[in-house]
């Protein structure tokens, strides 16, 4: 059965970096390197987030706004891993990071509606 597992997250202070990964696997009949892989977070009371993306064909990548020049996305087809780089992180970054994941083709990387799969999630929190 297919599963996304993230791990790293913590508890750090404004000016900290942090580094998320996501393991991929059971995606039986593809091979990860076939799946653009997105992160997400969620702070309390707020909808999920779009953080940032990573395409499964030239390996584009796209970040929100707010953490574009912070947050690098990265992965390595090989151990089924896609990563978030965060650093200069801020109190505003608080919250639970989802990683994601489909094989479309067209899609809007940035809607939570285009990916089929996600992880159960974990948890940051940036202290000021």
């Known amino acids: 059965q297919a599963q996304l597992v993230e791990s790293g997250g913590g508890l750090v202070q404004a000016g900290d970096s942090l580094r998320l990964s996501c393991a991929a696997s059971?995606?039986?009949?593809?091979?990860?390197?076939?799946?653009?892989m997105g992160w997400f977070r969620q702070a309390p009371g707020k909808e999920r987030e779009f953080v940032a993306a990573?395409?499964?064909?030239?390996?584009?990548?796209h970040y929100s706004d707010s953490v574009k020049g912070r947050f690098t996305i990265s992965r390595d087809n090989a151990k089924n891993t896609v990563d978030l780089q965060m650093n200069k992180l801020k109190p505003e970054d608080t919250g639970v990071y989802y990683c994601?994941?489909?094989?479309?083709?067209?899609?809007?990387?940035?809607?939570?509606?285009?990916?089929?799969?996600w992880g159960q999630g974990t948890q940051v929190t940036v202290s000021s």
């Open positions: 990573i395409m499964r064909n030239n390996g584009a990548t």
């Open positions: 059971g995606f039986s009949g593809r091979a990860f390197s076939t799946y653009n």
């Open positions: 994601a994941s489909n094989f479309l083709s067209n899609f809007n990387y940035y809607d939570t509606r285009s990916y089929a799969k």
